[in-house]
Nanobody
């Protein structure tokens, strides 16, 4: 089992920097089974969409809408993974509930019978002047 806890949302003015954090915790085996971990968001009236993600080897991918404005980083320990999404130049259209998502290696899913991915509870980000 993996628990994801998000923090750092809130109200920010356009252009002001804001950081979101997600802490993934669990047994060393469950944490080692996580491959890609990242962020999705759900804007009002829209479906949930990917924002940014980072792989085990540190490769980061971004949605075109946030490329160049957001940065995702990852820090691994034996029993935890912490990722941070730094929103350098948020815009009103970035207003959304942001969700942390962790994907588990398929071989671990099969051997453990656990979930293929995990979600955090979500944190609200509002960009408004």
């Amino acid at each position: 089992q993996v628990q994801l806890v998000e923090s750092g949302g809130g109200l920010v003015q356009p252009g002001e920097s804001l950081g979101l954090s997600c802490a993934a915790s669990g047994t060393s085996g469950s944490i080692a089974g996580i491959t890609t971990i990242g962020w999705y968001r759900q804007r009002p009236g829209k479906p949930r969409e990917p924002v940014a993600a980072v792989t085990t080897d540190g490769r980061a991918e971004y949605a075109d809408s946030v490329k160049g404005r957001f940065t995702i980083t990852r820090n691994n320990t034996k029993n935890t993974i912490t990722i941070r999404l730094q929103m350098h130049s948020p815009k009103p259209e970035d207003t959304a509930v942001y969700y942390c998502n962790a994907i588990v290696d398929p071989s671990v899913v099969v051997s453990s019978g656990g979930a293929p991915d995990y979600w955090g509870q979500g944190t609200q980000v509002t960009v408004s002047s």
